[in-house]
């Protein structure tokens, strides 16, 4: 199957990143370093399985990482202000992610605009209300919601980690097994003909949108415990992060293809250049330039391997 | 006087993942028109890849003009003509005819060189009147395929390869590709025409070659030409022109009565079928015939009423979705484009409208057990049901559709050039199955500008002009000719 090959070349660049940093510094490849990298990824997880969805529909979303902020505010304030408890604050930040999902995907499906635009404005919407509930202050909320980042007994991995390994699966498992993946890919594949074999799109093109605005959530709620708190400033830019990590991972911006291990394995391969250049005591400019270079390298790599896969 | 050779073919061999093409060796004088006939899968287009340049990795050698094909790499005396189109549709028409050698100095393009010399090479394929600073995507098929022509003409091309050149076009159009294929001949250039159908090809062709799995099994002169032992040696069997079925239509029993169809182009059509029926619309490009089943399909904006299988329905359906609960299928008319999921597999390109409910899990056995048996109806060859549509020939591709619209127990079938680009057996085949559909009770309309095709298929055919019915033909009294004249005039 092509796709096992596929995931066992990123597989193989992942490795080759480890045992890299490794060899340059010997205290790169051990526990800490390792629980550390597991322990900051979810956030962006979610984020990516969300992307990796809607651009395999052909679509784009860039209002991940505002509706994280909003969603985040939502549970800081709902705790704090209102007291609620942690478990109703994050329903509640579920909701809101699936709503604003709706009305992106209503707008962009219904009124046929380009989803960069209709997302584009939902950014900046998001953040706005984000700063709104939280009167632009970041909200302190403590322990309660920060043990889910914290490491547990088991192999040393916080309860997020294992929620976004969870959410991994099953949406691979929705794209691959499921009518409604299956319905995405194609639609991603060619609208025209879905349309024409008597299918009606709307509904699938429209709740995808949901499934995206509700990892938002998720990756609120990551981040919050990660931070202990709320902040309406949070995850600016986090969207490119994620579309990187798909792309890394080999979904096309174009739609149709693309797989949610790929895009776990790109988010993988981001954080451990990441990590692995700061304990290198890599400047800042310098990590953004190597990180951008490998986007654009990794984007050549596959399309090159699809080239040849066609040819 | 002995006819110069421009082309000389010796031990071409290619293999992709099997064998392709063993060992072909020919000729093509100066100045001929050479048919090139097989079914698909035979190796024409890879072929005609070979020739054009795209495919540099062949086994063997090819000479054109005393030189080798490999030695004249950009500047290569063969243009060829696509079956679709590889124009840019955003440039201009004389854009498109200079694009890769567009004149200019320092980057800067010389508007007016190019728009002279565009303007003699349309003048050569007949088409001075037109404005070559148009943009290509607003004008007509078959005019765009006359200035890929023109574009040959331009690069001062020896060889020019048509790949099924004629069909998008209508009689008129051929008749005016078959002027330019001899004016070409005039020049001393030689033309390469690669096409199913065969009258075509006896009409234009200086002499055929006949290609099977990968091999010339048959090469005739215009004055040996014989249509049995072509299509005998294309098939590779003895020919059976299989005769159309006994058909039974039940005069008498109206299945299918849509009244008062009105649509932009429509004005108040009216059609009824008898069960059973296989009714053929023909006319002239946009004479209304393909709205048609566009609007049954709920594509276009109408009204009208639909009574099928007793079922009144006060309105069209307005889209396609709503059409399909209706059990109305549709088979577009550019599979390409409108119609498969190309690079996803086999399967799901079969059940793309059987996978049932809206979350739950496809079961892989169930949709293997479905894509096996719609391809034993249609006679689909492929490896497995996970194998990739896009490695499919044309006519199995065309199969995979009509594949994904049986065991729906479809009340009517809508079929939009259904055989286009497709093989002679393929092409049996997909008849065989419009048969089959129409005598366990579906109600077919086939919309086509190929007349052939529907006398071969068809029990009725209705021609269209503007929009409304001109005359009706039954099958044991019509006559091509006056069908054709149908078409032209205004009832």
């Not at chain 2, 479905?370 to 065309?398: C, D, H, I």
Request: aromatic share 6%.
């Amino acid at each position: 199957m092509p796709s096992m090959t596929k995931h066992l070349s990123l597989l193989l660049a992942l490795f080759l990143l480890i045992l890299f940093f490794s060899l340059l510094n010997p205290l790169f490849f051990s526990t800490p370093t390792l629980q550390a990298i597991g322990n900051q990824i979810p956030d962006l997880t979610f984020l990516a399985v969300a992307l990796t969805l809607v651009m395999i529909t052909g679509g784009i979303d860039l209002s991940v990482g505002s509706l994280l902020a909003l969603c985040s505010s939502i549970i800081g304030v709902h705790m704090i202000s209102n007291g609620a408890s942690l478990s109703e604050a994050f329903l509640i930040s579920l909701l809101g992610g699936a709503l604003c999902g709706l009305i992106t995907g209503t707008i962009t499906t219904l009124g046929k605009i380009p989803s960069f635009i209709v997302t584009l404005g939902m950014l900046e919407c998001a953040r706005g209300v984000a700063y709104l509930v939280t009167d632009s202050q970041t909200v302190y909320i403590g322990s309660e919601v920060g043990a889910l980042a914290e490491s547990t007994g088991f192999l040393g991995v916080s309860p997020m980690f294992i929620l976004a390994i969870v959410i991994v699966i099953l949406a691979q498992l929705l794209l691959t097994r499921t009518v409604y993946g299956r319905y995405l890919v194609a639609i991603g594949t060619n609208l025209d003909a879905v349309r024409l074999s008597g299918i009606n799109p709307t509904p699938y093109q429209i709740s995808v949108f949901m499934i995206s605005g509700t990892l938002c959530a998720f990756a609120a709620l990551s981040l919050t415990a990660r931070l202990a708190s709320s902040d309406p400033n949070a995850a600016i830019g986090l969207e490119l992060s994620a579309i990187a990590a798909a792309v890394i991972g080999g979904t096309s911006l174009m739609g149709g293809r693309g797989s949610v291990i790929g895009s776990f394995i790109g988010v993988l391969i981001i954080a451990v250049l990441q990590t692995g250049l700061a304990s290198m005591g890599v400047d800042e400019p310098t990590k953004r330039i190597i990180t951008g270079a490998v986007i654009v390298f990794a984007a050549l790599m596959d399309f090159w391997r699809t080239k040849q896969r066609r040819a | 006087m002995v006819p110069e050779v421009l082309l000389t073919l010796s031990g071409i061999k290619k293999s992709f993942s099997k064998p392709v093409l063993n060992s072909i060796d020919m000729q093509l004088n100066k100045s001929e028109c050479l048919g090139l006939l097989g079914a698909n899968g035979a190796g024409k287009s890879t072929l005609s890849r070979i020739l054009g340049g795209s495919i540099t990795d062949y086994e063997g050698k090819i000479t054109i003009a005393d030189r080798s094909l490999r030695a004249w790499r950009d500047d290569s005396p063969v243009s060829t003509v696509h079956q679709e189109l590889s124009q840019i549709p955003n440039l201009s028409i004389a854009e498109n005819i200079f694009f890769g050698r567009l004149p200019n100095q320092y980057g800067v393009i010389n508007q007016r060189s190019l728009l002279e010399s565009a303007k003699a090479a349309l003048e050569l394929v007949g088409l001075e009147s037109l404005d070559a600073l148009k943009r290509i995507e607003e004008v007509d098929l078959a005019t765009r395929q006359l200035i890929e022509i023109a574009r040959a003409i331009a690069h001062r091309s020896e060889l020019i390869i048509l790949d099924e050149p004629t069909s998008s076009l209508n009689k008129a159009e051929v008749q005016k590709l078959f002027k330019q294929i001899h004016s070409a001949k005039e020049r001393e250039t030689s033309v390469l025409f690669i096409s199913h159908k065969l009258d075509e090809i006896f009409a234009i062709c200086d002499r055929i070659a006949v290609l099977r799995d990968g091999e010339i099994v048959l090469i005739q002169s215009r004055h040996e030409f014989d249509e049995e032992a072509v299509l005998s040696a294309m098939s590779g069997e003895k020919s059976a022109e299989k005769q159309s079925k006994d058909r039974q239509v039940e005069r008498g029993t109206t299945s299918f009565n849509l009244k008062n169809l009105r649509t932009q182009k429509l004005k108040n059509f009216h059609l009824k079928l008898q069960r059973g029926e296989i009714a053929g619309l023909h006319g002239l490009d946009g004479a209304g015939h393909k709205e048609i089943l566009k609007a049954l399909f709920g594509l276009s904006d109408s009204q009208g009423e639909l009574t099928l299988n007793d079922k009144n329905f006060k309105s069209l359906p307005k889209t396609p979705h709503a059409a399909f609960r209706q059990r109305i299928g549709y088979v577009p008319e550019d599979r390409q484009k409108f119609g498969l999921l190309l690079g996803e597999s086999i399967s799901l390109n079969i059940c793309l409208n059987k996978l049932k409910n809206w979350l739950g899990w496809v079961n892989k056995k169930e949709t293997a057990i479905q894509t096996l048996k719609a391809s034993r109806m249609t006679k689909l060859v492929y490896e497995g049901p996970e194998q990739s549509v896009s490695e499919l020939s044309g006519g199995n591709q065309q199969k995979a559709i009509f594949a994904r619209w049986l065991e729906h127990d479809l009340a009517l079938l809508l079929l939009d050039e259904p055989t286009r680009g497709v093989d002679v057996r393929a092409r049996e085949e997909l008849h065989e199955v419009i048969r089959e559909l129409a005598y366990s009770g579906t109600n077919v309309i086939i919309a086509s500008n190929d007349l052939k095709e529907l006398m071969r298929s068809c029990d009725r055919i209705i021609t269209i002009v503007q929009g409304k019915t001109s005359k009706e033909f039954w099958r044991e009294s019509w006559d091509e000719a006056e069908i054709t004249a149908a078409t032209l005039s205004n009832a």
